[in-house]
């Protein structure tokens, strides 16, 4: 596709259900990053990916946050139990190399936890 | 760890004025790189313009420019000629030149809500 691809759009979620959130990055980008946006917030790292190696998850806040790109391209955010506090915006971006390359971003996925 | 700071919520101007948003940042690193983000209500972040931190010379990106105080460890945005199209929110983002495991992860500031009145 031209850009990144985010689905869904919209997901509302009762308390403790699970979630997955996914990816569709720039056909050939090797990086892909998962960012959480709180409302009102700038986006905070969640984790890394180079091709199907998740190299940095250091930003996922718990256990219950779970990613993976195992084909090295389509990529899934999987939140388990969810809480009120994972209520956010979840965007996700791909660039094409590794080192200083231009980060291209979906529209993100908006998450309601009620 | 780096940390950027936007100390304004909220800004607004007239259409076709000049305005500044500011951005500071705290690092320990000497090469790295510095962006602008626009983000409208359509949530897309849009690059706007980046500086590399081992030029001296400020970016400019037509109606975009930077003053990029390397010393200060500060990073302003200017925009000349406010269009109404330039209503969106702000980030100013760091990213470091080589990082080991996280490739080129951005570290975001707050956020400036920027509102162009006609």
């Known amino acids: 596709g031209a850009g990144v691809s985010q689905s869904p759009r919209y997901k509302v979620a009762k308390r403790g259900q699970d979630v997955a959130l996914r990816c569709d990055p720039i056909s050939g980008h090797v990086s892909l990053f998962w960012y959480q946006q709180a409302l009102g917030q700038g986006p905070e790292f969640l984790t890394y990916?180079?091709?199907?190696?998740?190299?940095?998850k250091s930003g996922l806040p718990s256990d219950r946050f779970f990613a993976e790109r195992p084909e090295g391209s389509v990529s899934t955010l999987k939140i388990q139990r969810t809480q009120q506090e994972d209520s956010a915006v979840y965007l996700c971006a791909s660039s094409l190399g590794v080192w200083f390359t231009e980060a291209f971003f979906g529209q993100g996925t908006r998450l309601t936890v009620v | 760890a780096q940390t950027v700071t936007q100390s304004q919520p909220e800004m607004s101007v007239q259409e076709a004025e000049t305005v500044t948003l500011s951005c500071t940042y705290d690092t320990s690193e000497n090469n790295y790189y510095l962006f602008w983000y626009k983000q409208p209500p359509s949530r897309q972040m849009i690059l706007v313009i980046r500086?590399?931190?081992?030029?001296?010379q400020n970016a400019t990106e037509n109606r975009f420019s930077v003053n990029f105080q390397k010393a200060a460890k500060s990073f302003s945005l200017k925009i000349s000629d406010s269009q109404l199209g330039d209503t969106a929110m702000y980030f100013c983002?760091?990213?470091?030149?080589?990082?080991?495991?996280?490739?080129?992860?951005?570290?975001f500031g707050e956020g400036t809500q920027l509102t162009v009145n006609p």
């Open positions: 500086q590399e931190a081992y030029k001296q």
């Open positions: 983002a760091f990213m470091k030149v080589r990082a080991e495991t996280s490739g080129s992860r951005l570290t």
């Open positions: 990916f180079q091709n199907e190696a998740q190299l940095d």
